[in-house]
């Protein structure tokens, strides 16, 4: 699908944006930490959402946006979720659906939580934690490779391969290794991450409808968790799990995924 590309300037970043010419609801893809918005090139270049004006972009510090203008304002979550609610406003794209993936999905949930008008909630390998950070994850998230500041080159590739697996493509290794490495310090630093709200209460709360997605072979997240968390307006009734995918399953198995996120649009876009 024919896409385009402009640069916005925001308080925290210069921004780059991807944007599809259709003229239906908005839908606002959020990427994953030391990503890029090419992760999502599964979803912009199907005919399924051909109806729907995508938009993505790469977040402050990460792909072709700019390094954070104030790196302690805008790289912990409340200012990334800041970051992109400017962004928004600044496009005119009012109450969107918006899809999260890993970091993506949290900072879409700290949208949420200052109160932004979103038309529905779309999470994938995010789960909606309390203070207790480490239950919604397999193994410690802030001691790997996800919370290093600088990364070698093998790092990089240690942790594209980590991530995607299989599905792994050139483009991934260059993006953790562009990733300002200021962000990841500060981001998972625990004084820092522990500045987010109580994801687990805001989708416990939220009028929001929300979608969960996940990988049934993710090894990065607790499954189990996030079935557990009490989501106040839980689409379908229940959290989806995706055969033969881990933590990307929008790329690991995109027919499936695609499929589940068109049935959600048509529900609440």
């Given amino acids: 699908m024919q896409t385009i590309s402009q640069e916005v300037w925001t308080s925290h970043a210069l921004m780059a944006v991807e944007i599809t010419p259709g003229d239906g609801p908005d839908v606002v893809f959020i990427h994953g930490n030391s990503s890029s918005r090419q992760v ?8 399924v959402f051909k109806n729907y004006r995508l938009i993505s972009f790469d977040l402050p510090g990460h792909g072709q946006s700019s390094d954070a203008f104030d790196k302690t304002r805008t790289y912990p979550l409340p200012g990334l979720a800041e970051a992109v609610t400017e962004l928004l406003d600044q496009l005119q794209v009012s109450r969107p659906v918006l899809v999260g993936w890993s970091l993506g999905g949290h900072v879409a949930m700290e949208m949420l939580s200052k109160s932004y008008n979103a038309s ?3 999470i994938t390998g995010a789960p909606p934690v309390g203070p207790e950070i480490s239950e919604g994850f397999r193994g410690n998230l802030m001691s ?3 919370g290093k500041g600088r990364m070698s080159a093998k790092d990089a590739a240690n942790f594209v391969r980590n991530v995607f ?3 792994a493509e050139p483009f991934m290794e260059q993006a953790a290794a562009r990733t300002d490495e200021a962000f990841r310090s500060t981001l998972f630093s625990r004084y820092r991450f522990e500045e987010k709200s109580n994801q687990r209460e805001v989708v416990s709360h939220t009028e929001v409808i929300t979608a969960v997605v996940n990988g049934r ?11 557990g968390v009490p989501f106040s307006r839980l689409w379908g009734g229940t959290c989806f799990r995706v055969a033969d995918a881990g933590h ?3 790329l690991q198995a995109p027919i499936a995924f695609n499929g589940l996120l068109s ?3 048509a529900d609440v876009a």
Wanted: glycine fraction near 6%.
């Fill in 40 to 47: 999502f090139h599964r979803q912009f270049n199907s005919e």
């Fill in 165 to 167: 697996a299989t599905a």
């Fill in 248 to 250: 990307a399953p929008f």
């Fill in 263 to 265: 049935a959600f649009l």
């Fill in 217 to 227: 072979d993710d090894r990065i997240v607790n499954l189990d968790y996030i079935d």
């Fill in 144 to 146: 790997g490779l996800a």
């Fill in 120 to 122: 529905g909630l779309f």
